[in-house]
């Protein structure tokens, strides 16, 4: 079994200011982990992801994450908020090879405040 | 490309109807995903399809529920007789041979009242 805790339901965080939405899995095998956001009323999009290799994945809109796995974590980061990143942000593990469904932990809303 | 496409966006029904969701993957693509979002539990995987065959179903929650892909380009998820506990965002999702990453469709916003 898998599954994914992501600490803080809201995290809110002033214009500018560094970005750290946290994640932690876990997975009986190496883990696929990805990090999804969502607007409001849309669908999720794909910021970046981890498979194997390089353990500090870059994504979009200036987001990375890094894999540690002696700490069962994939924490998001990014240096300077802007007042678009604000959205919900979901952490999910596909322990598969990615073939199989993803376990996605309950998300955190990301507040900017200006 | 269009994306995965789902319809209906919003569907509101009353207790006990039939509710037929509908998914088209990204052309190409050969494992199809649905999932469903609530407040309460989140974001839950309910069944997935490689190749038109179901994979996996122990996500989904009752008898009451049931899904198909007849093709590769169109897949169903049924709710016979629906019950207001099934409000939700129904999402599909699809995902390419060569990949690891699902796209996303836009979500079906499901009210049962």
């Known amino acids: 079994a898998q599954s994914v805790t992501q600490l803080g339901s809201h995290v809110s965080v002033s214009e500018g200011a560094l970005v750290l939405l946290r994640c932690n899995y876990s997975?009986?095998?190496?883990?696929?982990l990805f990090w999804y956001v969502q607007y409001p009323n849309q669908g999720l999009q794909l910021l970046l992801k981890?498979?194997?290799?390089?353990?500090l994945v870059k994504g979009i809109n200036g987001f990375e994450a890094e894999f540690k796995k002696s700490e069962t974590s994939f924490h998001l980061t990014k240096p300077s908020a802007h007042m678009s990143d604000a959205a919900e942000y979901f952490c999910?593990?596909?322990?598969?090879?990615?073939?199989?469904?993803?376990?996605f932990g309950k998300g955190t809303h990301l507040i900017i405040q200006p | 490309d269009a994306g995965v496409i789902q319809s209906p966006r919003h569907e509101v029904t009353e207790m006990g109807q039939e509710v037929t969701l509908r998914c088209k993957p990204i052309?190409?693509?050969?494992?199809l995903f649905w999932y469903r979002q609530t407040m309460m539990r989140g974001l839950e995987l309910l069944i997935y399809?490689?190749?038109?065959?179901?994979?996996?179903d122990s996500g989904m929650p009752e008898d009451r529920f049931s899904a198909k892909m007849p093709n590769a380009s169109f897949s169903t998820l049924k709710i016979q007789p629906s019950e207001p506990r099934d409000s939700a965002v129904y999402f599909c999702a699809s995902r390419g041979l060569a990949g690891d990453e699902q796209y996303f469709g836009p979500g079906t916003r499901l009210t049962v009242t």
């Open positions: 997975s009986s095998v190496p883990p696929y």
């Open positions: 399809f490689n190749n038109n065959v179901p994979i996996d």
């Open positions: 052309s190409g693509h050969n494992s």
């Open positions: 981890y498979t194997t290799g390089a353990t």
């Open positions: 999910a593990v596909s322990s598969g090879g990615g073939a199989d469904g993803l376990t």
